[in-house]
């Protein structure tokens, strides 16, 4: 088969495995290593310390709008996002009881205090708040960041992961390096030739990933850039070159995406499924290992509106993407309730003002069903920027 | 049901009232002429403050937070909101935030009708609360002054952990206190500090003692609306000062006179003479209508024996005092232990230990819109605590200090069939 020929089973199979909620894949894979599953919420975990114990991570993003919360609605007034609610529902309902735990990084207030709630909800399982630093001086914020990473490193092990080894983990995050380069990569081909690679398609591809053995992973965004590449039936539209952002956490449903790209919309860059780009570069692979994500988490990771910008102008990084992935505007898609994003969201188009870059904005939920009224914003600010952007 | 009017005697003003009305004047004083003195000054937050530290340096605090709330107090705020989201500010997110915004666009007039100094220093005690980060972020874009930031670990399991506490006190050695002997220009003086924290563990003592004279028949005092009152001076400039050790000793005082008298607490409308059910009350109060809300509880009879509000800025009644003898380390364990930084199991076993202890009838959560540091979670907790405590919970939602967000009416109905619902248990459980 041509590797064009296999691009609609590889979407298949990604938009099977985002589909899962009872997590398959990662029940099949328990069964066939007998190792642990630990979740994660959204943004950033440290993935290559699991994998080196022969634990497999698993990304949790809430839910679709195919999901009724029945449970998860009883624990949340309207005021609060959405993805704690399904997260809970998916957790009460039994389609997450593979998980040998969960993790929760440091994201919002809401997050944290699900952390407690699991806690209690799940007294069996594993649960760890893990607390990121906002201090990024090696000797204060790496010093206590690597602490972090021991404890986790330690309860994994006392849980019947294997021990911590240094050798093990070169070997993981070398296999993390590999993964991030392709989509990387991915994220390249799509800046270049948005056609061929449709947002709704590498979306899935990334939350796919999220549920895979990262070999597994590397593999199956590979085969899909290879096929993208291949394919001649895409050929280039009329659309304008957008980037989207503020959807890091709770992700947007896949309608959404869709209706960003018939309403005349590339997206060249976005904030999706972002643990696949939260380290920017390969991460070293000789020497302390540990000290070696360390330095990854403190040095080398995108802004984001929860981490704390030390120093440099708000905004600056966000403007750089803009010029870099030659971005004719901007659309700030952020859930509703969304404290980090909705915060950071003034501060933002002020960097992007400043360069006189046009932008739009609007909120979703991740059970959001009705398009309509977001295809017809989008579909404006996309013909504006046609029109007058000199685009 | 009761008729206001049997609950409530008459209205007067405690001393400790009058005399914290005079500190906070003279500390706006001393901010408003900071332009002229030459005084410094830091913008920080509520929980984690650090006080003792920016007194050690000649800094003069000043707290958004409580800015904003006393705004919604003047009947300011749904101007202030509207100018921030008029700039582009989320209608979603936290409403402290955006009153402060639209104060400092509308000339950051504070509470005494005088205009703020702008900060040296933001003082970014990361404690507890998420948005902190940012508020001080978009501070930092208007003002350009230069932000400490002071991460304090989240006490997820309930426990301060060596690495935790390693964590804050290198963030205080090595970030801190350099930053604010550059903005202050002064060294760090670490007697002068320990004097602070000394006269800081003085007054937390009779602040203890004060708001656990609720657990007496009748309360002499209301753990919640009145307690805010008391909390002021040590939540906020004053504490490590000599008037804040004045002021704890005097209300300590007052408060005793009160229970020898056998009195119940002061209110809007004077004092309540029949303490009919006592509550614990979990979450912050709204400012909007401060007084309305608090006329609520007070006509029934209602008094707050315990909140969890009163121990954002610090949990002094589980044995915490600060230590001259670890400054540092002192003040780490502070920020550590401060409400909202603890998990949610922690403040579960907190509210049910509340209401066995102050021998509550009932707890209330008032959950605000504005923060998901307290709110999120609350209905769980409001379940937990139920089965814990046997006792049975209320819920009304409200917000900080945005007026859309207090129904008067709705919250009123809920308030009277909470307590109706009391009542009946009440009659039930001695039939």
Redesign the interface.
């Given at each position: 088969m041509s590797a064009a020929a296999a691009l609609p089973d590889l979407v298949e199979r990604a938009e099977a495995l985002y589909r899962d909620y009872r997590l398959g894949s990662v029940r099949a894979w328990k069964e066939q290593t007998g190792g642990l599953a630990i979740g994660y919420m959204p943004i950033y975990v440290p993935c290559e310390l699991l994998d080196a114990q022969g634990v497999l991570p698993v990304g949790l993003m809430g839910a679709r709008d195919d999901l009724e919360i029945i449970r998860g609605d009883a624990y949340y007034q309207s005021y609060i996002c959405h993805i704690p609610r399904s997260t809970i529902e998916l957790g009460l309902n039994g389609s997450l009881d593979c998980l040998d735990g969960v993790l929760f990084p440091a994201i919002c207030d809401v997050i944290r205090n699900l952390s407690g709630m699991w806690t209690m909800l799940f007294p069996d399982k594993y649960i760890k708040y893990l607390d990121v630093p906002q201090n990024f001086d090696p000797d204060i914020g790496g010093r206590f960041y690597r602490q972090e990473l021991e404890s986790l490193s330690a309860d994994l092990a006392a849980r019947g992961a294997r021990p911590y080894d240094a050798d093990a983990l070169r070997a993981s995050i070398d296999r993390y390096n590999c993964y991030r380069r392709i989509v990387r990569e991915l994220y390249d081909v799509r800046q270049e030739q948005p056609w061929r690679v449709p947002t709704s398609e590498l979306y899935v591809m990334l939350r796919a990933t999220q549920v895979l053995p990262v070999d597994d992973a590397t593999r199956l965004v590979a085969a899909y850039r290879d096929a993208a590449m291949a394919t001649e039936d895409r050929q280039p539209m009329d659309q304008a070159r957008v980037l989207v952002t503020g959807s890091f956490c709770e992700q947007p449903p896949i309608g959404l995406i869709r209706t960003l790209e018939r309403s005349g919309c590339y997206v060249v860059d976005d904030d999706f499924v972002q643990i696949s780009r939260w380290i920017k570069s390969d991460v070293p692979v000789g020497g302390d290992p540990l000290e070696n994500l360390v330095r990854a988490f403190l040095t080398d990771a995108i802004a984001s509106p929860t981490r704390y910008h030390v120093a440099g102008e708000k905004g600056g990084e966000l403007a750089e993407r803009v010029r870099a992935r030659r971005a004719d505007g901007v659309i700030f898609c952020a859930p509703s309730f969304c404290d980090p994003a909705l915060l950071d969201q003034p501060m933002m188009v002020a960097a992007i003002e400043k360069r006189g870059v046009p932008w739009t904005a609007f909120k979703y939920s991740e059970n959001t069903g009705q398009f309509q009224v977001i295809r017809e914003q989008a579909g404006t600010f996309a013909d504006s920027i046609k029109l007058w952007s000199g685009a | 049901m009761t008729q206001p009017s049997r609950a409530i005697s008459h209205a007067n003003k405690d001393e400790s009232q009058v005399r914290q009305k005079a500190m906070i004047a003279r500390h706006f004083d001393e901010l408003a002429a900071a332009p002229e003195t030459g005084a410094k000054t830091a913008y920080t937050f509520v929980p984690g403050n650090l006080t003792e530290l920016l007194l050690s340096f000649d800094l003069l605090p000043v707290l958004p937070e409580i800015n904003s709330l006393q705004s919604a107090m003047r009947g300011k705020t749904a101007e202030y909101i509207s100018i921030a989201e008029k700039?582009?500010?989320?209608e979603?997110?936290?409403t402290y935030?955006k009153s402060d915004i639209g104060m400092l666009k509308s000339g950051n007039i504070g509470p005494t009708g005088q205009r703020l100094p702008d900060p040296d220093v933001l003082l970014l005690s990361?404690t507890g609360?998420?948005?902190f980060?940012?508020?001080f972020?978009?501070l930092?874009?208007e003002y350009h002054a230069p932000v400490g930031?002071l991460?304090v670990?989240?006490q997820?399991d309930g426990r301060i952990t060596p690495?935790?506490l390693?964590?804050v006190v290198?963030?205080l050695r090595?970030?801190i206190i350099p930053l604010l002997e550059r903005v202050s220009g002064r060294a760090f003086d670490e007697d002068r500090l320990r004097q602070h924290l000394a006269r800081s563990a003085q007054a937390e003592e009779d602040l203890v003692w004060v708001l656990q004279s609720a657990k007496h028949r009748p309360s002499p005092i209301d753990a919640y609306f009145g307690a805010v009152y008391y909390v002021g001076p040590i939540f906020s400039a004053f504490r490590g000062t000599d008037e804040a050790v004045g002021y704890y000793r005097a209300l300590r005082a007052e408060i005793a006179e009160r229970m020898r008298q056998g009195k119940g607490p002061v209110t809007p409308d004077g004092d309540i003479d029949q303490e009919r059910y006592r509550i614990v009350v979990e979450g912050p109060p709204n400012w909007t209508n401060f007084r309305q809300f608090w006329q609520m509880f007070a006509a029934e009879g209602a008094v707050a024996v315990a909140s969890t509000y009163t121990k954002v800025g610090g949990v002094y009644d589980l044995g915490f005092r600060h230590d001259p003898e670890r400054p540092l380390e002192t003040l780490a364990e502070y920020c550590l232990g401060c409400y909202t930084n603890l998990?949610?199991?922690t403040?579960?076993d907190l509210l049910t230990r509340y209401v066995k202890e102050y021998a509550a009838d009932g707890f209330l959560i008032n959950?605000v819109?504005s923060c998901?540091?307290f709110?999120?979670?609350?209905?769980?907790i409001l379940r937990?605590v139920e089965a814990r405590s046997g006792r049975p919970g209320g819920f009304i939602?409200s917000d900080l200090v945005d007026p859309r967000y207090f129904s008067p009416a709705n919250i009123k109905n809920r308030l009277e069939s909470y307590f109706q619902m009391l009542e009946q248990k009440r009659l039930g459980g001695a039939a």
């Open positions: - | 700039l582009g500010h989320s979603d997110v936290c935030v990361y609360c998420f948005t980060m940012k508020w972020e978009l930092r874009e930031m991460h670990p989240y997820s690495a935790m390693d964590y290198r963030q090595e970030a998990g949610l199991p403040r579960i959950s819109k998901n540091s709110s999120a979670g609350q209905l769980h937990e939602e």
